[in-house]
């Protein structure tokens, strides 16, 4: 990736835990001062809009793109219209600056990744032996046989000191703290 903006992945099979690491992850960097932003990438057909909302409506009139703006959030969305789903580096330029974007899936991407696994995972079959950019695991089971590091997938923090560790991380710009 050639973006300024450190990037680090969590990937695993469905049901490995992904979301709940991601989500973790958010919450451990925010605390430590940080601002991160996340990409998902979705499988299947998936819609953040509601059918007879006024936005869906817009889109399904053929709008290119529609952004939802209140006073709290606004959001964006574009409808590719048989376009080609844009690569990962495009979707990161889109994004606005921060400190670090934690990557939930894109297997097949080159960024450093964790490899989420647990009992209950929809395939038992690791990624790691055939993904390069996989530089750890984190697991709900001890694994013993692994040449790559390997963390308790509740170790929140441990995880996150290794991410920085890896990616070099610098100290976040702004501090959510207040200053006595």
């Known amino acids: 990736m ?12 469905k049901n490995t ?27 299947h057909n998936f819609d953040i809009d509601q059918k007879g909302r006024d936005s869906y409506k817009h889109r399904d009139a053929g709008a290119h793109e529609v952004a939802l703006v209140s006073g709290n959030r606004w959001a964006l969305m574009h409808e590719l ?23 939930e899936g894109y297997k097949r991407e080159s960024h450093p ?5 647990r009992v209950e ?24 046989e692994e040449n790559l590091p390997v963390f308790d997938i509740d170790t929140i923090e441990e ?3 290794f991410i920085a560790d890896y990616i070099k991380l610098p100290v976040p710009r702004k501090t959510n703290q207040s200053v006595s």
Do not use: M
């Open 17 to 43: 835990g992904k979301t709940t690491l991601v989500t973790r992850l958010v919450s451990e960097f925010t605390q430590r001062g940080y601002c991160v932003s996340t990409i998902k990438h979705a499988h």
């Open 121 to 144: 995972g929809n395939s038992k079959e690791p990624l790691a032996p055939q993904d390069p950019a996989i530089v750890a695991i984190a697991s709900d089971q001890p694994l013993l």
């Open 2 to 13: 050639s973006t300024k903006t450190p990037v680090f992945g969590i990937t695993g099979w």
């Open 113 to 117: 990744k964790i490899e989420s696994r």
């Open 81 to 103: 219209r048989g376009a080609d789903e844009p690569t990962l580096e495009e979707v990161i330029e889109r994004l606005s600056p921060c400190d670090l974007v934690l990557i």
């Open 159 to 161: 995880i996150a000191d």
